[in-house]
């Protein structure tokens, strides 16, 4: 069965860093556009970044472009997200998400991880 297992969600002060990490079971990243979602307290889930199955093609939401970075380690199968210049209104719980296409949004899900900014 495929899954993906989540790590790294903490409470950080603002303009902090953290790093999210998601490793699936059951397939290869190389084989799926994986995605990251973020749910804010009270809202709608939306959209934070992507990148294709070779890690040649990357898009992020306006508002995390130039804080955050979508990374493959294809070696140990997994994928990051790295967050820099935190802010209060990036808290939410983070999702990984794996698709087989570059358009629609798939249908395995991470387990989600809780991003708290805040001093």
């Known amino acids: 069965q495929s899954q993906l297992v989540q790590s790294g969600g903490a409470l950080v002060p603002p303009g902090g860093s953290l790093r999210l990490a998601c490793k699936p079971s059951?397939?290869?990243?190389?084989?799926?556009?994986m995605s990251w979602y973020r749910q804010p307290p009270g809202k709608e889930r939306e959209f934070v970044a992507k990148?294709?199955?070779?890690?040649?093609?990357?898009e992020y939401a306006p508002s995390v472009e130039g804080r955050f970075t979508i990374s493959p380690d294809y070696t140990n199968n997994s994928i990051y997200l790295q967050m820099d210049s935190l802010r209060p209104d990036d808290t939410g719980v983070y999702f990984c998400?794996?698709?087989?296409?570059?358009?629609?949004?798939?249908?395995?899900w991470g387990q989600g991880s809780q991003v708290s900014v805040s001093s």
């Open positions: 998400n794996a698709g087989e296409d570059w358009v629609t949004r798939g249908d395995i």
């Open positions: 990148i294709s199955r070779s890690g040649r093609r990357v």
């Open positions: 059951g397939f290869r990243i190389s084989r799926y556009t």
